[in-house]
């Protein structure tokens, strides 16, 4: 593909339409200063015709070095946008005429030992990069330009920066992609945008129309797009399995839209692909949101909706109705979730491996029990800031769930030493466990803990009061243990 657009360049002999500032890093932005440019108008206009394949440039500071006479300058036209300049270009001609220009070229060319690798060599060199920086290759030399929209190379689109203009990026992008399918790309899987704050419903529209193949997709801070972009993506990218749309303050549900519902015969139903969902910080979710979501996403393995305010038992009532197959659930900071929610989370049974419900202050000892009970081969376990859990809920959670791994108790003020043993003599296998601010813990409990768990790798003690013998005894126990403290004795 590259190769057929480097040959129309070179018979053309004209100029392109840039890229430029759509694809920039945000580290290009810089204050500089408006400078001057040699090329007459007459070439200004040329270079800014535009032709099927776009020019792959950046938005670049100012080059002070450039040459200022007639004879030195390209037919590059600069324009100062806010405080970058933006290079409208073509890639370099083929033949060059001047004798004294051509005999430099040659002399470089021989002595950039990058041009000795081979075509896939660089190719490969060039899978490491963004995507802003493999536009900026794009730019060196003809070669480099056919090289670097190579279609193994574009499988992948990442934009990052918020002054970005992502959504015309994405149209210049999708657009260049689409020439060998036309209005489809169909190489493209992933799409990651997080961060780009000027990112709207048009650069989501324009995924979804030319993406049928996307699979991955993450808009986590891109708090202006809407329902109804979500709504479209998923409806035109039917294999889409990773969805992050955190902080994305105005999506409250994820659904079909109604015209591909209609679409859809009774025997598929009305069901979305998707099997990672990260929800965090989407405020306005409320039960019913919830509700639909898991009406049409019932292939949910990874559900993520830390600080969702809204969500109570009722949500997570639907949840289970539908998405049976969750394997990591977070819930934390959800106020109003308790332990008859907690029941519902249950009826995974050992399916669940991941549970967070940090700072879930309805949470008690009965909550525990239910997780314990049936979820016996949860791997990791997130309780931090439940002060109803005490001693009696961690004896429940040793004997049940033995193959235990990950656990935070911090801020449970009612964990003594006494839930503390009762992990230590059956869940052997513990690597992680973090008892910060818990003020019931003293150097016996760690030296227990120690004593039998020696593959702990990291321990937070931080705000308990704990001797430094007990650290000592524990960091000889424990070679491997990283202990985080605040007790300015032990080094």
Same mark, same amino acid.
């Given at each position: ?49 535009? &032709? ?17 006479? *007639? ?13 970058? /300049? ?9 033949? @060059? ?9 040659? &002399? ?8 000795? &690798? ?15 920086? &493999?536009?900026?290759?794009? +730019? ?20 990052? *920066? ?8 994405? $149209?210049?992008?999708?657009?260049? @992609? ?61 294999? @889409? ?28 139903? $009305?069901?979305?692909?998707? +099997? ?33 305010? +809204? ?29 008859? *929610? ?5 009826? @995974? ?19 525990? +029990?239910?997780?314990? $009970? ?34 935070? /108790? ?82």
């Amino acid at each position: 593909m590259g190769a057929n657009n480097g040959k129309r360049y070179g018979s053309d002999d004209k100029g392109s339409s840039s890229i430029s500032s759509d694809v920039s890093s945000s580290t290009d932005h810089t204050p500089t200063k408006t400078q001057k440019n040699a090329a007459t108008s007459e070439d200004s206009d040329l270079s800014l015709r535009t &032709l099927s394949t776009p020019s792959p440039a950046l938005i670049c500071p100012p080059n002070p070095h450039r040459l200022q006479n *007639g004879k030195g300058s390209s037919t590059s036209s600069s324009s100062v946008t806010g405080e970058t /300049i933006a290079m409208v270009h073509s890639p370099p001609p083929t033949h @060059l005429t001047h004798p004294l220009i051509r005999s430099a070229s040659r &002399l470089q060319k021989e002595q950039a030992n990058i041009d000795r &690798l081979p075509d896939p060599a660089v190719i490969q060199i060039f899978s490491f990069l963004p995507t802003n920086q &493999l536009c900026r290759c794009a +730019r060196v030399c003809r070669r480099w330009y056919n090289l670097a929209w190579d279609p193994r190379l574009w499988r992948t689109i990442r934009l990052t *920066g918020e002054t970005i203009h992502v959504d015309r990026a994405l $149209k210049v992008l999708t657009r260049r @992609l689409c020439q060998d399918t036309p209005n489809v790309c169909l190489m493209l899987e992933t799409v990651i945008v997080s961060g780009c704050r000027r990112l709207t419903d048009r650069g989501l529209y324009t995924i979804a129309q030319c993406c049928p193949e996307l699979r991955q997709l993450e808009v986590s801070g891109c708090y202006n797009i809407s329902n109804e972009a979500v709504f479209d993506v998923v409806s035109l990218c039917p294999n @889409l399995e990773y969805l992050d749309v955190s902080g994305c303050s105005k999506v409250t549900c994820i659904s079909l839209t109604r015209e591909a519902s209609i679409k859809l015969s009774p025997l598929h139903g $009305k069901q979305i692909s998707i +099997r990672y969902l990260d929800m965090s910080d989407c405020f306005v979710l409320e039960d019913e949101g919830l509700h639909t979501i898991a009406a049409h996403c019932t292939q949910l393995t990874h559900l993520y909706l830390r600080r969702c305010i +809204r969500i109570t038992d009722e949500g997570l009532r639907y949840l289970m109705i539908y998405c049976t197959s969750i394997r990591e659930l977070s819930v934390s900071d959800c106020r109003f979730v308790s332990d008859f *929610g907690m029941r519902e989370i249950a009826k @995974l049974e050992s399916r669940l491996r991941y549970l967070s419900i940090a700072h879930c202050a309805r949470i008690t000892d009965v909550g525990i +029990r239910y997780i314990t $009970k049936y979820c016996g081969k949860l791997r990791y376990l997130n309780a931090r800031g439940c002060e109803g859990i005490t001693d009696h809920g961690m004896e429940y959670l040793a004997k049940n769930c033995t193959k235990l791994k990950s656990l935070d /108790i911090g801020k449970c003020p009612l964990v003594s030493n006494i839930g503390l043993e009762f992990l230590a003599l059956n869940c052997f296998n513990l690597k992680r466990l973090s008892l910060k601010s818990c003020e019931s813990i003293t150097g016996h409990g760690l030296q227990i803990v120690a004593a039998n768990c020696f593959d702990l790798q990291m321990l937070n003690v931080q705000d308990c009061e704990i001797s430094v013998e007990a650290l000592r005894f524990v960091k000889r126990h424990c070679k491997r243990c990283i202990i985080e403290h605040t007790n300015p004795a032990f080094f």
